[in-house]
C-alpha cells in the first residue's frame, strides 16, 4: 500500500491562479506558495531582527508551503466568488475543511498530527497571520508585476490590494512595503 499526499501536493502545479483575469504571466499554486513561503520568511526575519520578535520563521516558511494545498482537491476559486457573500465564504471554509481532511488520510496515521499543524493551523498564532499578510503582498507583487507589464487587467486589484495592505496592522509588512516591494516596480537594468 502507497501514500498519496505527496503525489496529490505535486498537482499543485497544474492549478491556475488567477483564472478570471488575462495574465501576461500564468501563476500556478505550486509557484505561488514558493513565493508566499519567501515572503513570510520575510515578514518573520524583520518580526525577529527589526522588531525584536520571536516568531518562529521555520513555521512561517511551513505554514506557507502548504497554505494552498487543499486546492489540489478544491481547486483555486477565484476571489470574487470566495467572497460574494458570506454564505459562499463560509461554505468554502468548509470545502476547504474537508479537503484538507481528505489530503490527511493519504498520509500514514503517525504524520498525520503533524500536517494537520500544517493544513489546518492555528489561526490566532503570529506566524499564522504573517503567513496570510504574506499571501496578500505576493497577490500584491502579482498585480504589480502585471500593471508593469502593461497588463491593466489588474489595475483596479492592484488597486485594492494596496488598500489593504496600507489598512494592514503588522508592523513587518509596512516595512517590507517601506524597504521592499519598490524593487518589484522595476526592470531588470535598474535591479542592478
Not at 9 to 22: A, D, E, G, N, T
Not at 103 to 119: A, I, N, S
Not at 143 to 171: H, M, R, T, Y
Request: proline share 3%; with cysteine.
Amino acid at each position: 500500500m502507497g501514500y498519496n499526499f505527496f503525489a496529490y501536493l505535486s498537482r499543485m502545479k497544474f492549478i491556475k491562479r488567477w483564472s478570471l483575469m488575462h495574465s501576461g504571466v500564468n501563476e500556478n499554486v505550486m509557484e505561488h506558495s514558493e513565493q508566499v513561503a519567501q515572503l513570510a520568511h520575510a515578514l518573520a526575519t524583520i518580526n525577529n531582527k527589526i522588531f525584536g520578535g520571536t516568531a518562529d520563521v521555520g513555521k512561517c516558511v511551513s505554514l506557507a508551503v502548504f497554505h494552498e494545498a487543499g486546492e489540489v482537491i478544491t481547486g483555486d476559486l477565484p476571489t470574487p466568488i470566495k467572497y460574494f457573500n458570506n454564505e459562499i465564504k463560509t461554505a468554502f471554509k468548509g470545502l476547504e475543511a474537508v479537503a484538507n481532511e481528505k489530503l490527511l488520510t493519504m498520509l500514514p496515521k503517525e504524520f498525520q498530527d503533524g500536517y494537520r499543524e500544517l493544513l489546518s493551523p492555528d489561526t490566532s498564532s503570529y506566524e499564522y497571520k504573517l503567513v496570510k499578510a504574506a499571501d496578500k503582498l505576493a497577490a500584491y507583487v502579482k498585480c504589480v508585476e502585471e500593471v508593469k507589464a502593461g497588463n491593466k487587467e489588474f489595475s483596479k486589484a492592484l488597486k485594492s490590494i494596496s488598500k489593504e495592505l496600507d489598512q494592514n496592522a503588522l508592523p513587518e509588512v509596512r516595512y517590507f512595503m517601506s524597504n521592499f516591494i519598490s524593487g518589484f516596480e522595476k526592470t531588470l537594468d535598474e535591479l542592478d
